[in-house]
């Protein structure tokens, strides 16, 4: 059984950055596309970023680009999520999440909270 | 961007009874990428249907998916205490987008 563990969230001030972590276990992490989805205080679930198995190809939502940078290294099982310029609008549970026939392994989560 | 409608918002139901959700998506999905989850309070969703009524591994049979084009459902055939939770729809077809949720409470 598959096992993902997000690390790094926190408050930050607006304008401010953060690194995310996740680090995998019980799979071929190296083999697997991975994304990150992010759940908004009032429940609603958004896709944020995905990286292709080989870490060539990535993708964003649009009020992301430019400013969030998804990277992996599968020589460490880890992937990650460089956020900068946050935003209020950023605060939100993130979830790092495994893509093979829709998302079949989720983290548990961590929080991002961006206020002054 | 498909644009996912879950209806009822809530369904109030009680143990033993048959739950039917229903996803409508804005656009024809591709494929039938369509995907089921469950999220209990405090934790992560659970993948339940892949590809509109795949089975996950692990899923009981009680749940099970249909549906193709812009119309899915999501049947629960005999509701057990631990299915009361709340359960989004997801388009995987065209980028990704998931609905805003069915909460399926105890009536």
């Known amino acids: 059984e598959g096992q993902l563990v997000e690390s790094g969230g926190g408050l930050v001030q607006p304008g401010g950055s953060l690194r995310l972590s996740c680090s995998a276990s019980?799979?071929?992490?190296?083999?697997?596309?991975m994304h990150w989805v992010r759940q908004f205080p009032g429940k609603g679930l958004q896709y944020v970023s995905a990286?292709?198995?080989?870490?060539?190809?990535?993708d964003y939502t649009g009020s992301v680009k430019g400013r969030f940078t998804i990277s992996r290294d599968n020589s460490k099982n880890t992937l990650f999520l460089q956020m900068s310029s946050l935003r209020p609008e950023d605060t939100a549970v993130y979830y790092c999440?495994?893509?093979?026939?829709?998302?079949?392994?989720w983290g548990q989560g961590t929080l991002v909270a961006v206020s002054s | 961007e498909i644009v996912l409608t879950q209806s009822p918002g809530t369904l109030s139901l009680s143990p033993g009874e048959r739950a039917t959700l229903s996803c409508r998506a804005s656009?024809?999905?591709?494929?039938?990428?369509l995907a089921w989850y469950q999220q209990k309070p405090g934790q992560a969703p659970r993948l339940l249907i892949y590809?509109?009524?795949n089975r996950a591994t692990g899923i009981p049979d009680r749940f099970s998916g249909s549906g193709s084009g812009t119309d899915f459902t999501l049947t629960i055939s005999r509701l057990e205490p631990e299915d009361f939770a709340v359960y989004y729809c997801?388009?995987?077809?065209?980028?990704?987008?998931f609905g805003p949720g069915t909460k399926v409470d105890i009536k």
């Open positions: 999440v495994r893509r093979i026939h829709g998302y079949d392994y």
């Open positions: 019980g799979f071929s992490f190296s083999a697997s596309a």
């Open positions: 990286i292709s198995s080989d870490g060539s190809g990535t």
């Open positions: 656009q024809s999905v591709s494929n039938n990428y």
């Open positions: 590809g509109a009524s």
């Open positions: 997801q388009q995987y077809g065209s980028s990704f987008t």
